[in-house]
């Protein structure tokens, strides 16, 4: 047997018997950390059919850091979401494991000053603004209402189905690397899996 068939025959070796994953998952973990978002769940399947894909269960957990990796540097978001409890969170749904296979909700669908119960400003003001003066509160409220929720709720939507697919191009990454020749030989060699290599290709 030539060195390429031997490679060939055993090109799954480094990722049959092994969660050859486990770094991938660590390190998009960290990352979405990073970013305020909590994973409590990785799901995936590939690298071949087309129903292949990545997606995780998880929430926002730090709106800060959230709402700045979107490029939202105003304080008065971070101040709403905080104030009024804005949960966000995804779950796996459906029968294959990529990005648009996931539930989405958000409690009370993101509250904000014209999506409430409030009769009228002041009533808003009392329950969520952090302010004391009527400059002020009405400053966070101009600027709160600058922002469409619903574009904000699709907004997240998208940043999180982003994520999922560089989750998977990370995991196909480190597939085809654990697959590639180079590495395959070097296990091989490593574990003593060259008996059956013709000397004349030693």
Request: proline fraction near 1%; charged fraction near 25%.
């Amino acid at each position: 047997m030539t060195k390429d068939e031997l490679i060939t025959k055993h090109r799954y070796f480094n990722v049959e018997h092994s969660d050859w994953w486990d770094c991938a998952y660590s390190d998009f973990t960290e990352q979405m950390t990073a970013i305020g978002i909590e994973v409590d769940r990785i799901y995936f399947s590939g690298f071949c059919s087309q129903g292949d894909g990545a997606c995780f269960e998880g929430r926002v957990d730090d709106w800060d850091l959230f709402l700045e990796s979107l490029g939202y540097t105003s304080p008065a978001l971070s101040v709403l979401a905080q104030n009024s409890g804005w949960k966000f969170h995804v779950t796996h749904s459906g029968h294959y494991y990529h990005e648009n296979c996931t539930s989405f909700s958000s409690t009370s669908y993101l509250d904000h000053p014209d999506n409430t119960d409030a009769t009228d400003d002041n009533d808003w003001i009392r329950w969520c603004s952090p302010y004391k003066t009527d400059t002020q509160n009405a400053a966070f409220l101009a600027v709160l209402r600058t922002y469409d929720i619903e574009s904000l709720h699709n907004e997240f939507v998208e940043a999180f189905k982003s994520h999922m697919r560089q989750l998977y191009r990370d995991l196909e990454k480190e597939h085809d690397y654990l697959t590639s020749d180079e590495v395959v030989w070097e296990s091989l060699q490593a574990n003593d899996m060259t008996d059956e290599l013709e000397e004349t290709n030693v």
